[in-house]
């Protein structure tokens, strides 16, 4: 586990701070050697062990944790730091729709599969930084594809607001634009969460009541880009 030399000439701003999780020394230099080469992020620790990094770097915004670590699934450690507030990017090669989902169930932010690239790498640690969604390939598959029953009843308000959410990322903004007060709309946010819990599919994230909106049909994964054109100026609230 070592400080990143790399990201000592980033320069202005507050770049995000990453803390990156992985057993294979190949992968963490290559992942490392990604993000560092973004002047919005900042790559403050590595390692194999989730508590050892996140104790050399308790002030990483967002942790970029393999899911397997030292052969087995660490479904348990990413849990146990979503529980802790901890924005948990998960970045594996186990894909499978069931894996993906139950990460999100666990607590992660988003999902990022290991051949999605630089690209998607960058795109989704900066989304999570500021709690908003990003929607890979891969995971995008897997919410579609998702064929679990239960769809719960959402009333016409609760959909709406979640939409808007979605897109413009600030319970605000959502609020002025349906004219209601932004307590209303978290009502309609947390009624929305807790008939999925009760329909057994919990979603207390947004990255899991993401997933929920998209298996059930009420959003496609391509619309999740629409929040930069609604709410540029607004400021992310979870």
């Given at each position: 586990m070592d400080a990143d030399p790399m990201a000592e000439d980033v320069t202005g701003g507050q770049p995000?701070?990453?803390?990156?999780?992985?057993?294979?020394?190949v992968v963490l230099d290559g992942v490392r050697a990604w993000l560092s080469t973004e002047p919005r992020l900042r790559v403050l620790a590595t390692g194999n062990d989730p508590?050892?990094?996140?104790?050399?770097?308790p002030e990483a915004d967002v942790i970029l944790l393999d899911l397997r670590l030292h052969g087995r699934m660490v479904i348990d450690k990413l849990a146990g730091l979503s529980a802790a507030g901890r924005r948990v990017v998960v970045y594996s090669e186990h894909t499978e729709p069931e894996t993906m989902l139950a990460a999100l169930d666990a607590g992660a932010v988003a999902f990022l599969a290991k051949h999605e690239g630089r690209e998607h790498c960058v795109a989704t640690v900066l989304a999570a930084a500021s709690d908003?969604?990003?929607?890979?390939?891969?995971?995008?598959?897997?919410?579609?594809?998702?064929?679990?029953?239960?769809?719960?009843?959402?009333?016409?308000?609760?959909?709406?607001?979640?939409?808007?959410?979605?897109?413009?990322?600030?319970?605000?903004?959502?609020?002025?634009r349906m004219q209601i007060s932004e307590h209303t709309v978290k009502q309609y946010v947390d009624r929305a969460r807790i008939k999925y819990s009760r329909a057994g599919r919990p979603a207390a994230t947004k990255a899991a009541l993401l997933a929920r909106a998209i298996e059930d049909g009420l959003v496609r994964p391509e619309e999740i880009g629409i929040y930069r054109s609604h709410a540029s100026t607004d400021r992310p609230t979870p």
């Amino acid at each position: 586990m070592d400080a990143d030399p790399m990201a000592e000439d980033v320069t202005g701003g507050q770049p995000v701070g990453v803390s990156i999780v992985d057993d294979h020394p190949v992968v963490l230099d290559g992942v490392r050697a990604w993000l560092s080469t973004e002047p919005r992020l900042r790559v403050l620790a590595t390692g194999n062990d989730p508590e050892v990094v996140l104790r050399s770097a308790p002030e990483a915004d967002v942790i970029l944790l393999d899911l397997r670590l030292h052969g087995r699934m660490v479904i348990d450690k990413l849990a146990g730091l979503s529980a802790a507030g901890r924005r948990v990017v998960v970045y594996s090669e186990h894909t499978e729709p069931e894996t993906m989902l139950a990460a999100l169930d666990a607590g992660a932010v988003a999902f990022l599969a290991k051949h999605e690239g630089r690209e998607h790498c960058v795109a989704t640690v900066l989304a999570a930084a500021s709690d908003r969604p990003y929607v890979p390939p891969a995971l995008a598959g897997a919410m579609v594809g998702d064929t679990r029953p239960d769809r719960p009843a959402l009333s016409d308000k609760e959909r709406e607001a979640l939409l808007l959410w979605f897109q413009s990322m600030s319970k605000a903004s959502v609020a002025r634009r349906m004219q209601i007060s932004e307590h209303t709309v978290k009502q309609y946010v947390d009624r929305a969460r807790i008939k999925y819990s009760r329909a057994g599919r919990p979603a207390a994230t947004k990255a899991a009541l993401l997933a929920r909106a998209i298996e059930d049909g009420l959003v496609r994964p391509e619309e999740i880009g629409i929040y930069r054109s609604h709410a540029s100026t607004d400021r992310p609230t979870p």
